[in-house]
C-alpha cells in the first residue's frame, strides 16, 4: 500500500510531500485554462522526482448525470490534456461522480461512463466516486479502474478499486489535499517518459449486450466498433457498406438476402435470407464473445 495527496488549487512543493511521506499525487484536468488543472512543468518536476501521478477529470460535481454525449466529449477533452502534461497512452483518467449518487441516477451516469469508454475504451476508463457508485460501474463492467472515497461510502470499500481516499481536510505545504492509498503494484500511476508495457487488446466498450434482438443504438455501435468504424449507434449507408465489406459480399449499401445469408452464416444463425429479431440475437452474441 502507497500513500499519496490529492488536491485541485495551489503549488505543491517536492520537500513537502516528502515530508509526509508521499509518493504519489492525484491531479486535475478540467476545462480548458482552469488554473486546477495538472501543468506540464508540474508532471515533469513530479516525474524527475519519482513521485507517480493520477490524473481525474472534473468540471462539476454532477457532471455525469448530463449522459453518454457528455462522457464522450469529457473523455476527447481529457485525452487531450493528458498527452499535453506528458502521460503515457495506456495510462487511465479517472472521471468522477462526486456527489451522493442515487441508484435512480445511475442510468445517466452508466451511460455518461459508456460515452467515456468509446473514447478512452475500458482499459483507460477510472471513476473516482463513492462506495455504490464505484460498486455499480464495477457490476456493469462499464470501468476497469476505480478510486473510491470514504464519503458516501458509510464505511464500506470495494475490493475492486484501486485508490482509496481515506481522510479529507488536511494541509500540506499550505496546500488543501486529501490523503490517499494506492493498493497493488498498478494502481493507474504515471510518471512523464514512462514506457508503456505491451499493450492488450482493447475490449469493445459497447458489451455485454442484452440478447434482445433488438437492433438498436448499443447493438450497432458494438458493431461498428468491431469494424474499425465511427460507433455512432446508426445503421446508416456507411455501416451497411462496412457491413458488407466485413463479410465480403459486394458492397452496394443494400442489405438484401444474399448480404443477410451471408451474415447468418458469419454469426451461427439459422440461414434463411431475412434479418430478423433471432438474426439479431445470434449477433449479439457473437459481439459479446468478440468472434464477431
Not at 18 to 37: C, E, H, L, M, Q
Not at 74 to 91: C, F, L, N
Not at 120 to 145: E, H
Request: net charge negative; proline share 5%; charged share 20%.
Amino acid at each position: 500500500m502507497r500513500f499519496g495527496l490529492d488536491w485541485a488549487y495551489g503549488d505543491m512543493s517536492v520537500a513537502a510531500l516528502r515530508a509526509v511521506g508521499a509518493d504519489f499525487i492525484g491531479r486535475y484536468a478540467s476545462t480548458p485554462g482552469n488554473p486546477k488543472n495538472l501543468t506540464a512543468r508540474e508532471a515533469q518536476e513530479m516525474s524527475n522526482a519519482d513521485i507517480d501521478i493520477l490524473l481525474v477529470f472534473e468540471t462539476t460535481a454532477e457532471r455525469a448525470l448530463a449522459g453518454r454525449e457528455a462522457g464522450r466529449t469529457d473523455a476527447t477533452s481529457a485525452r487531450k490534456q493528458a498527452i499535453a502534461v506528458g502521460m503515457p497512452e495506456h495510462r487511465p483518467i479517472f472521471f468522477t461522480v462526486d456527489f451522493d449518487a442515487t441508484p435512480q441516477q445511475q442510468g445517466p451516469i452508466d451511460d455518461y461512463f459508456r460515452g467515456a469508454a468509446s473514447v478512452l475504451g475500458l482499459d483507460g476508463t477510472g471513476a473516482y466516486g463513492g462506495y455504490w457508485v464505484v460498486m455499480r460501474l464495477f457490476d456493469a463492467d462499464l470501468i476497469r479502474w476505480g478510486w473510491q472515497t470514504y464519503a458516501w461510502s458509510g464505511g464500506n470499500w470495494d475490493t475492486r478499486a484501486h485508490v482509496r481516499q481515506f481522510s479529507n481536510g488536511h494541509t500540506v505545504g499550505g496546500v488543501d489535499c486529501d490523503y490517499d492509498h494506492g493498493l497493488g503494484k498498478d494502481f493507474g500511476q504515471w510518471r512523464v517518459g514512462q514506457q508503456a508495457p505491451p499493450k492488450p487488446p482493447r475490449g469493445n466498450p459497447h458489451v455485454p449486450l442484452a440478447l434482445d434482438g433488438v437492433l438498436g443504438g448499443q447493438t450497432v455501435a458494438a458493431m461498428q466498433w468491431a469494424m474499425s468504424i465511427p460507433d455512432d449507434g446508426v445503421f446508416g449507408d456507411q455501416t451497411k457498406r462496412a457491413l458488407q465489406t466485413h463479410l465480403g459480399v459486394t458492397v452496394d449499401g443494400i442489405i438484401g438476402p444474399q448480404t443477410v445469408r451471408t451474415l447468418q452464416r458469419h454469426v451461427g444463425a439459422p440461414i434463411d435470407g431475412i434479418w430478423g429479431p433471432e438474426t439479431t440475437r445470434f449477433l449479439q452474441r457473437s459481439l459479446n464473445s468478440g468472434q464477431f
